[in-house]
């Protein structure tokens, strides 16, 4: 008998019928008897419609606002789910953020969870009933509603299975698990039966949407065992998913290489001809830092004759306010002969813990991308990734190659 977390994405909750078969599944946990928390995204969409409700009155609505009126998906989501298995007999509580006190900063859209209360939820699963959880939201210590970011439901998911000291925190989602590369770009992609923790962080981190990056940072924070499953297999059956390991406590064959990621939401800005003095670098990030856009990769060419170029990414949509930023502070803070912009770009990034005892393993990356002729705009690496920068025009087809190149359909699996 465990306890478990159990997270149900929008398309898992997406109609009235698709709630009842994950009643279903919820009661066949229970009848093993399993104790349940069942965490719930709004249905597939309605995050959308709600902020698209706001944007129809503001164009910048009031981020307080945003979320009092985005955090109610859930809420009807938790509602639905409890009634289908009050229908099917069993005991159900459902929960708002607020009411289980999720107690996060007051950072509006974006809110960090600080504490959980499992109090009564503890007592609840003591008098043997399922509770239910709305993802997503949480409670500022005024009292004020906060959402916790675009696909927070997995964490509000591993945040509580770690607050409750959960056995295991099963995310459930359209797809069986954690993939070798997105299976609609590449169709011999393979499930993975296991990942380590921090692959799956990297991938998170280079585009792969299967889980909130957050989560994925907290699952690692207190260890907890975290499993992708899919909510359309059969709710009896005992399918594996990907379980996500800590690399320190398993002993497992790893494979070199264990996924291709990518992101197209990018965009490139390179500032020519700046001086290549002390505090270039500062003069040019530094406000576009302070204007909250996230710079991601950055390269600095050597310089010559005392002058470099200077090189960086930012997400797309930023893009328009980080060039902006830079005309604003261009010959105020710095000197430089041009500014210019790219946001026809994408991010490939192969990933693998395997790198840190293999060579070699750039290069073959760079050799499959030119072999089909695709020019490599930047890269930057990590102990167990290496990411370049391409057109966009390019990605199905550099995914694809370095699919075929690391060998990844025929790959052994770990474990
Ligand atoms: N409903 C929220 C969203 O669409 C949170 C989630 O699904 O994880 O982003
Ligand atoms: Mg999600």
């Known amino acids: 008998m465990a306890l478990i977390v159990q997270k149900y994405g929008g398309t898992s909750v997406g109609s009235t019928e698709r709630i009842r078969n994950v009643a279903r599944r919820v009661a066949h946990f229970h009848q093993q008897g399993h104790r349940l928390v069942v ?21 910048s609505p009031n981020p307080r606002e945003l979320d009092v009126v985005a955090a109610t998906g859930e809420q009807v989501t938790i509602g639905l789910l409890a009634i289908a298995l009050s229908e099917m007999g069993l005991k159900a509580r459902s ?14 859209t974006k809110a960090r969870i600080l504490e959980i209360d499992g109090q009564r939820v503890r007592k609840d699963l003591d008098e043997g009933a399922i509770v239910i959880v709305a993802g997503f939201q949480g409670v500022d210590s005024d009292g004020n509603i906060t959402t916790l970011g675009r696909g927070g ?40 039966e296991k990942i380590t923790f921090e692959e799956m962080l990297e991938l998170a981190s280079q585009g792969s949407k299967v889980l909130q990056i957050r989560s994925v940072e907290f699952a690692g924070k207190y260890k907890i065992k975290l499993r992708v499953l899919s909510s359309f297999d059969d709710p009896e059956a005992t399918p594996e998913g990907t379980l996500i390991t800590f690399e320190e406590e398993e002993n497992m064959e790893q494979a070199i290489i264990s996924g291709i990621a990518f992101n197209r939401d990018e965009a490139k800005i390179s500032v020519m001809g700046v001086e290549d003095r002390p ?10 830092a302070d204007a909250n856009i996230d710079v991601d990769m950055i390269v600095q060419n050597i310089g010559a004759s005392g002058h470099t170029d200077f090189s960086f990414t930012v997400h797309r949509n930023e893009y328009q306010k980080a060039l902006s930023v830079l005309g604003q502070s261009k010959d105020k803070h710095f000197k ?54 391409i057109d966009e025009k390019y990605l199905e087809l550099a995914v694809r190659e370095l699919h075929k190149a690391f060998e990844l359909e025929g790959a052994p699996q770990p474990g």
């Open 153 to 192: 439901s997995d964490t509000s998911g591993v945040a509580l299975a770690a607050a409750l000291k959960a056995d295991e925190c099963q995310i459930y989602t359209d797809v069986d698990g954690v993939y070798t590369a997105d299976p609609r770009i590449v169709p011999q992609a393979r499930r993975l």
């Open 279 to 288: 505090g270039i670098a500062y003069a040019i990030v530094g406000p576009v």
């Open 336 to 389: 430089a002969r041009e500014i210019i912009g790219d946001n026809q770009i994408c991010k490939v990034s192969v990933v693998g813990i395997g790198m840190r005892s293999h060579v070699g393993l750039a290069a073959k990356m760079f050799k499959s991308l030119a072999d089909v002729g695709i020019n490599i705009q930047m890269i930057s690496t990590s102990e167990i990734k290496i990411a370049v920068v």
């Open 39 to 59: 965490v719930v995204s709004a249905m597939a969409g309605e995050t959308n419609r709600l902020i698209g409700l706001a944007h129809e009155l503001s164009a």
């Open 95 to 108: 929960y708002t953020g607020s009411q289980v006190r999720v107690l996060t900063d007051n950072t509006y």
